[in-house]
């Protein structure tokens, strides 16, 4: 399949990068689905019979699957270009979606385990690198502004998906005009097959969209010597092998991870936690379940926009910067919610807000951040690497928010009180993230690629 | 060698109808949020 191949997909002179962006938010669209699946949960829970934990594991092994297959394709994906990466991409999320209607039609979860999870979850991770470097190359003058507008479109995806996927449940379930409806199996299954052939259509639009610069190319009127001004932005290259044994890759694996970890935790309680804030002594809450959901959406939104507007920012302050932003500013806005955020519901969703666009902002930025440290050279590959923060934290965030609150009691009778040791647990995680941003400098010499008529003076080492 | 992008190429065309593609989409999931979210200040 060679009009797959990186060299088919050099632009001609004259083409237009602005054409880059919407073809990366395609994919990058499609594969948010992802934090669209509660729209869902309840059906399958009732469908298999099974428990909410059960129906969980679905969205925990994609998210796992995300991080794993981003780390080992990322040099696959680097050096085949991002063509092929969006088809095979494309190719996996539609197959996963199959694979999973046909475990909801044969009632076998592992079906749907394996399909939408492991199968879907290696089109995440490809998908969700795919276009990533070559944003980067295409956009050298604002890469923070590049990666932000693809990386938004992971945070945009579930604002589709899920009033989309209501809407068809509906249609495909006779029964939905009933009191109480929980949508049936098959009509879940059928949505699967659904998303499979539009979300393949989609991304398919994004594959073959997309072309990468042809060598040397660079904006009219950028001047790389300008970049370079900045103390962090390297313009020498790090490949993936070497940037993992970086200290700098650690430290941003860390920051990373912490800022994920922190607002994972609100957004996995987000519903149930602002009617627990607002529980009065008699045990009702002063916030409904309609308002519960309006803040759901709403942190949905400072989720996206704090993907574009965060990292589209750090263009003019820097990656280190924001990144103290992110830690340093989320830890007091952490402990004003732990410790006042009970006190009015517009201070508690003015910093619920600010907070999850601090974590959407810290996805954006990563892959400029990259950039800066290590070159352009493999950054796709290394940034799948970095991804591996996100796997674990998927897994670290929920667990001790959890872990907290089942020691405080029993959802329904849990109050504002409750969620301080979880909170303040995530305050002290970020400032570990803060001071391991703190620490990130330039990348030694002896890590750099060499260049012509220059060798390496040593081989590196893992850095102690 | 370096090339330089010139100029603004005639691909207005293209570019409406891509943008259009994923914004489309994109603002109706927005629009559809924001209808959610109004009953938080309702």
Redesign the interface.
């Known amino acids: 399949m060679g009009w797959l191949d990186r060299e088919r997909t050099i632009a001609p ?7 880059v962006p ?2 990366a ?2 994919v990058h ?1 499609c594969i948010g689905q992802a934090y669209a699946t509660s729209v869902y949960k309840t059906a399958l829970v009732k469908h298999f019979g099974a428990s909410l934990t059960e129906v969980g594991v679905i969205f925990s092994i994609a998210i796992v699957m995300l991080g794993l297959s981003a780390a080992i394709m990322g040099t696959w994906v680097d050096r085949n270009g991002p063509r092929k990466a969006m088809f095979t991409s494309a190719a996996f999320w539609a197959s996963g979606f199959l694979i999973g209607s046909l475990g909801i039609f044969s009632h076998q979860l592992w079906l749907v385990y394996l399909g939408y999870g492991v199968v879907g979850g290696i089109g995440l991770g490809v998908g969700y690198i795919s276009p990533v470097s070559t944003l980067i190359k295409w956009f050298p003058d604002r890469p923070g502004l590049a990666t932000g507008m693809a990386i938004m ?1 992971f945070g ?1 995806g ?6 989309v996927s209501t809407a068809l449940l509906k249609m495909y379930d006779p029964n939905s005009g009933a009191k109480g409806w929980v949508a049936s199996g098959e009509s879940v299954g059928k949505l699967f097959l659904t998303l499979a052939v539009v979300y393949l259509a ?1 991304m398919m ?1 994004g594959a073959f ?1 997309i072309k990468v610069p ?7 009127g950028f001047d790389p010597a300008k970049v370079k001004a900045a103390s962090l932005v390297t313009t020498e290259n790090v490949s993936a092998r070497n940037a993992v044994k970086t200290r700098q890759f650690w430290l941003v694996w860390i920051a990373l991870f912490c800022n994920v970890t922190a607002g994972i935790g609100i957004l996995e309680q987000a519903a149930p936690m602002i009617q627990d804030f607002f529980r009065q002594t008699d045990g009702t809450s002063l916030a ?1 379940a ?2 519960a ?6 942190l ?2 400072g989720n ?1 926009s704090g993907r574009f507007a965060w990292s589209a920012i750090s263009d003019v302050t820097g990656r280190k910067r924001i990144y103290m932003v992110f830690l340093g500013v989320g830890a007091l806005l952490y402990t004003v919610l732990a410790l006042a955020g009970s006190t009015t519901t517009v201070l508690y ?1 003015a910093l619920a807000f600010v907070i999850i666009s601090f974590y959407g902002g810290g996805f954006a930025t990563a892959p400029a951040y990259l950039r800066d440290l290590f070159g352009t050279f493999q950054v796709g590959a290394i940034h799948g690497r970095l991804l591996t923060a996100w796997s674990a934290a998927g897994v670290a965030g929920p667990l001790i928010v959890n872990a907290f609150l089942d020691a405080q009691g029993k959802p329904g009778a849990l109050n504002a009180a409750s969620y301080q040791p979880a909170l303040l647990t995530m305050v002290g995680l970020l400032v570990i993230g803060f001071v391991a941003n703190l620490l990130v400098t330039p990348v030694e010499a002896r890590f750099h690629e060499p260049r012509a008529g220059r060798v390496r003076s040593e081989e590196p080492a893992l850095e102690a | 060698m370096t090339t330089e992008q010139s100029s603004v190429t005639p691909s207005t065309g293209k570019l409406v109808i891509a943008w259009a593609l994923v914004g489309v989409p994109l603002g109706y999931g927005v629009y559809e949020t924001l209808t959610r979210v109004a009953a938080l200040f309702g």
């Open positions: 002179p004259g083409f237009n990068r602005w054409l919407p073809a938010l395609a669209l479109g945009g579930a604002l589709i998906a899920s009033p989609y639009f969209t042809a060598e040397g190319w660079k904006p009219a409904s309609a308002v959901a309006g803040f759901v959406g709403l949905s939104i996206m969703v």
